[in-house]
């Protein structure tokens, strides 16, 4: 084999440090755009560079020039006794920067709406000071009027309405020990993927409110063991076959006037969705099996509902986020899976082609729907529907491309193999770009695409960039996420591809594929998963690792690892204890190894009740395989992660014990789900590559440098 000379240190040795200054290289990347109603003005959120944290509000001008609207850093942006206001797990942990995360506008753009240090500020948008607005306590969620005159916000878990003038009132006040107004549930964050819990109306006299009452739910205690002093953490938490939180939807009137949304909630009781447009409210319910989605026209007067569209499958009914929706006539936007397609219908006669498999709804103009769907799984380009014309890609080139449309201005984030880019169009004309002022990564991915096996398995190979075809054999190191809702296979540079390459660039043949349950393939490979969650994923990635050798005879099938993190640990854990012959070692991060102890939406969706299909969930736990175990094993795991328990490895460590297996345990403490510390963050990749190193007998080979 052909390498540099030897050191003690690994290659790149910047990289690490790099991805965790960097915050996975999303520091200086501009997001969550809203587009004026004129179509000329578009904000955004971007921090000031790739290592930057503080994320400002940005206005982007008819003429291409970008301003500053809001910055955290100015003088007295900022209370520091400010307490923090209440959000979810979810909404802390996809904040990758600090500073202004979330704003909300107008109708038309005018004013923009945010919260800082729980303080709720708002600004002009064509000029002025960004000016504080007292409330009457720390601010969530605080969303503008569509008149621009009042913002509705969450705090002391009831809905307040203030008026520019300072003006305060509660709309809606907990009428329960355990009863929020305006905030998702746990499953609604987690799982659902629904991020609110309230919505104005057209006219901006009234909302449609969500009250959760988790009074049913059982509560999990999140201790800190390396501060003993400090008491638990209590949470509600709806672990498979255990009760959900009691969820309702109301129509609240400025004037506290009130009516219940009414369905079945018995039969129904996940509320996915819910908006109110020029035709009166739509809310989208699902049934606890999950196999049942029923879409809903509300009277927002008297309450009742009528059925627009009922979905069923024999598995469960995969929600598309940002539908079902209307277009300005009132024709309904709405999932359709037919023909090996999951698709869209709009109105009783448009519909999306066979083979496109859409991913998401994008924005709705007019009678023009925006959505992002893949022909081939591994790339995701923007389309158009409108009436008359039909489907139109708009995207260009390999990557994954996302964006959103008003009034003709179409703004569209491409991810490529290139790096991140955002442009501008006007009626379908080039107009500009969005900086992205991200730091290039130190390493660049060289992946090699291939389809493995008789299932066509999209697959990534990355080799060192120093190494020389044919000059020996490689150890591999398969480093798979395999689950359900992420792909990692794809023609674009992401982080996870920058470290894959930092892996091989330690002198692996670094194998990434995504196989049976991953996302863009149409329904029956998503759902073949059903009832197993290990057993068809784990044949997947066997598969692809011989082939890859048949293709690439570099791979040294006699020194095979794996690395996970989330269901990617599951993965790795359950290879080395399932298919020992195949794999040598493994790195199992944050690994769900019990099926039980994750929540009802999640694991119901995919492995049915615990109480009607219990063998479902014996098959896909890691626990009963612990005395299988006969390879290096390194679980890891963040002892504050309020997402996948601790619980989870540590009930696979004790019955690994129980049985006398060998293992090594890496506690992280005070870490989440996601490490955010540079410390841990880079630590972690370095650590990573000892074990493996030590664990395929590589500790005394040459390192490059």
Same mark, same amino acid.
């Given at each position: 084999?052909?390498?540099?000379?030897?050191?003690?240190?690994?290659?790149?040795?910047?990289?690490?440090?790099?991805?965790?200054?960097?915050?996975?290289?999303?520091?200086?990347?501009?997001?969550?755009?809203?587009?004026?109603?004129?179509?000329?003005?578009?904000?955004?959120?971007?921090?000031?560079?790739?290592?930057?944290?503080?994320?400002?509000?940005?206005?982007?001008?008819?003429?291409?020039?970008?301003?500053?609207?809001?910055?955290?850093?100015?003088?007295?942006?900022?209370?520091?006794?400010?307490?923090?206001?209440?959000?979810?797990?979810?909404?802390?942990?996809?904040?990758? #920067?600090?500073?202004?995360?979330?704003?909300?506008?107008?109708?038309?753009?005018?004013?923009?709406?945010?919260?800082?240090?729980?303080?709720?500020?708002?600004?002009?948008?064509?000029?002025?000071?960004?000016?504080?607005?007292?409330?009457?306590?720390?601010?969530?969620?605080?969303?503008?009027?569509?008149?621009?005159?009042?913002?509705?916000?969450?705090?002391?878990?009831?809905?307040?309405?203030?008026?520019?003038?300072?003006?305060?009132?509660?709309?809606?006040?907990?009428?329960?020990?355990?009863?929020?107004?305006?905030?998702?549930?746990?499953?609604?964050?987690?799982?659902?993927?629904?991020?609110?819990?309230?919505?104005?109306?057209?006219?901006?006299?009234?909302?449609?409110?969500?009250?959760?009452?988790?009074?049913? =739910?059982?509560?999990?205690?999140?201790?800190?063991?390396?501060?003993?002093? @400090?008491?638990?953490? %209590?949470?509600?938490?709806?672990?498979?076959?255990?009760?959900?939180?009691?969820?309702?939807?109301?129509?609240?009137?400025?004037?506290? #006037?009130?009516?219940?949304?009414?369905?079945?909630?018995?039969?129904?009781?996940?509320?996915?969705?819910?908006?109110?447009?020029?035709?009166?409210?739509?809310?989208?319910?699902?049934?606890?099996?999950?196999?049942?989605?029923?879409?809903?026209?509300?009277?927002?007067?008297?309450?009742?509902?009528?059925?627009?569209?009922?979905?069923?499958?024999?598995?469960? =009914?995969?929600? =598309?986020?940002?539908?079902?929706?209307?277009?300005?006539?009132?024709?309904?936007?709405?999932?359709?899976?037919?023909?090996?397609?999951?698709?869209?219908?709009?109105?009783?006669?448009?519909?999306?082609?066979?083979?496109?498999?859409?991913?998401? =709804?994008?924005?709705?103009?007019?009678?023009?729907?925006?959505?992002?769907?893949?022909?081939?799984?591994?790339?995701?380009?923007?389309?158009?529907?409108?009436?008359? %014309?039909?489907?139109?890609?708009?995207?260009?080139?390999?990557?994954?491309?996302?964006?959103?449309?008003?009034?003709?201005? @179409?703004?569209?984030?491409?991810?490529?193999?290139?790096?991140?880019?955002?442009?501008?169009?006007?009626?379908?004309?080039?107009?500009?770009?969005?900086?992205?002022?991200?730091?290039?990564?130190?390493?660049?991915?060289?992946?090699?695409?291939?389809?493995?096996?008789?299932?066509?398995?999209?697959?990534?190979?990355?080799?060192?960039?120093?190494?020389?075809?044919? %000059?020996?054999?490689?150890?591999?190191?398969?480093?798979?996420?395999?689950?359900?809702?992420?792909?990692?296979?794809?023609?674009?540079?992401?982080?996870?591809?920058?470290?894959?390459?930092?892996?091989?660039?330690?002198?692996?043949?670094?194998?990434?594929?995504?196989?049976?349950?991953?996302?863009?393939?149409?329904?029956?490979?998503?759902?073949?998963?059903?009832?197993?969650?290990?057993g068809p994923v784990l044949e997947d990635q066997i598969d692809a690792l011989h082939a890859a050798a048949e293709?690439?005879?570099?791979?040294?099938?006699?020194?095979?690892?794996?690395?996970?993190?989330?269901?990617?640990?599951?993965?790795?854990?359950?290879?080395?204890?399932?298919?020992?012959?195949?794999?040598?070692?493994?790195?199992?991060?944050?690994?769900?190894?019990?099926?039980?102890?994750?929540?009802?939406?999640?694991?119901? &969706?995919?492995?049915?009740?615990?109480?009607?299909?219990?063998?479902?969930?014996?098959?896909?736990?890691?626990?009963?395989?612990?005395?299988?175990?006969? &390879?290096?094993?390194?679980?890891?795991?963040?002892?504050?992660?309020?997402?996948?328990?601790?619980?989870?490895?540590?009930?696979?460590?004790?019955? @690994?014990?129980?049985?006398?297996?060998?293992?090594?345990?890496?506690? @992280?403490?005070?870490?989440?789900?996601?490490?955010?510390?540079?410390?841990?963050?880079?630590?972690?990749?370095?650590?990573?590559?000892?074990?493996?190193?030590?664990?395929?007998?590589?500790?005394?080979?040459? &390192?490059?440098?």
């Open positions: 084999m052909t390498t540099p000379p030897s050191t003690t240190a690994p290659v790149c040795p910047g990289f690490p440090r790099q991805f965790a200054r960097t915050r996975r290289f999303s520091l200086g990347v501009p997001r969550q755009f809203t587009v004026s109603a004129d179509g000329h003005r578009i904000l955004f959120l971007r921090s000031g560079g790739g290592t930057d944290p503080v994320s400002r509000l940005w206005l982007r001008e008819p003429e291409g020039t970008e301003r500053v609207l809001a910055d955290p850093r100015e003088p007295g942006a900022a209370d520091a006794d400010q307490p923090e206001a209440e959000r979810t797990r979810r909404e802390r942990a996809r904040e990758q #920067s600090d500073g202004v995360v979330a704003y909300s506008t107008d109708v038309r753009a005018r004013l923009a709406a945010f919260a800082l240090g729980g303080t709720l500020r708002v600004v002009e948008v064509d000029g002025g000071a960004v000016s504080t607005v007292a409330t009457a306590g720390p601010v969530t969620d605080p969303r503008l009027s569509p008149d621009g005159r009042s913002v509705a916000y969450v705090t002391a878990r009831g809905v307040h309405v203030v008026d520019l003038d300072g003006t305060d009132r509660p709309l809606a006040v907990p009428d329960g020990p355990e009863v929020t107004y305006g905030l998702p549930e746990h499953v609604a964050a987690e799982s659902i993927g629904r991020l609110r819990g309230f919505w104005w109306a057209p006219d901006s006299g009234a909302l449609l409110v969500a009250r959760v009452d988790t009074a049913p =739910v059982q509560r999990w205690h999140i201790a800190d063991p390396a501060n003993p002093h @400090l008491p638990p953490r %209590s949470m509600p938490y709806p672990a498979a076959g255990t009760a959900n939180a009691d969820v309702s939807l109301h129509r609240i009137s400025l004037d506290g #006037s009130r009516t219940e949304i009414v369905w079945d909630r018995q039969e129904f009781e996940y509320l996915v969705d819910a908006r109110w447009d020029a035709h009166g409210p739509l809310v989208t319910v699902q049934s606890r099996d999950q196999r049942t989605v029923r879409v809903l026209a509300a009277d927002p007067v008297t309450g009742a509902t009528r059925t627009l569209h009922e979905q069923h499958d024999a598995s469960w =009914v995969e929600l =598309v986020p940002g539908a079902p929706a209307r277009t300005e006539s009132g024709a309904l936007v709405h999932p359709l899976e037919q023909d090996g397609t999951r698709g869209l219908r709009v109105g009783a006669d448009g519909r999306t082609p066979p083979g496109l498999q859409v991913r998401a =709804v994008l924005a709705i103009d007019g009678e023009r729907v925006l959505f992002a769907a893949s022909e081939e799984p591994t790339e995701t380009h923007v389309w158009s529907y409108e009436p008359g %014309s039909g489907c139109t890609r708009i995207s260009e080139g390999p990557g994954l491309h996302s964006g959103t449309l008003r009034d003709g201005t @179409l703004v569209l984030e491409s991810r490529t193999p290139g790096g991140h880019r955002v442009t501008v169009q006007r009626e379908g004309q080039p107009d500009g770009a969005v900086a992205v002022l991200a730091e290039e990564p130190v390493i660049t991915p060289r992946p090699v695409f291939l389809s493995l096996g008789e299932r066509k398995v999209r697959t990534a190979l990355y080799l060192p960039s120093w190494y020389e075809p044919g %000059s020996g054999k490689l150890p591999v190191l398969l480093d798979p996420y395999g689950g359900p809702a992420l792909q990692v296979v794809v023609r674009a540079r992401t982080w996870t591809s920058c470290v894959s390459q930092w892996f091989a660039e330690q002198g692996f043949a670094v194998l990434v594929a995504d196989g049976r349950g991953t996302p863009g393939r149409g329904p029956a490979w998503e759902k073949a998963v059903y009832g197993d969650s290990l293709v690439c005879p570099e791979l040294d099938l006699d020194r095979v690892a794996i690395r996970g993190w989330s269901f990617g640990g599951y993965l790795a854990a359950g290879a080395v204890l399932r298919r020992p012959d195949a794999v040598h070692a493994a790195v199992a991060g944050a690994a769900p190894a019990d099926p039980l102890l994750y929540d009802t939406h999640w694991k119901e &969706r995919y492995l049915g009740h615990p109480a009607k299909e219990p063998e479902n969930y014996e098959r896909s736990s890691l626990l009963p395989d612990a005395h299988r175990l006969g &390879r290096p094993l390194l679980i890891v795991h963040g002892m504050a992660d309020d997402n996948v328990v601790v619980a989870h490895s540590l009930r696979l460590s004790a019955a @690994l014990l129980a049985a006398g297996r060998p293992h090594t345990v890496l506690p @992280l403490s005070g870490v989440t789900h996601l490490a955010a510390s540079e410390d841990v963050a880079e630590n972690l990749l370095l650590l990573q590559i000892v074990f493996l190193r030590e664990a395929l007998g590589l500790a005394g080979e040459a &390192r490059t440098i």
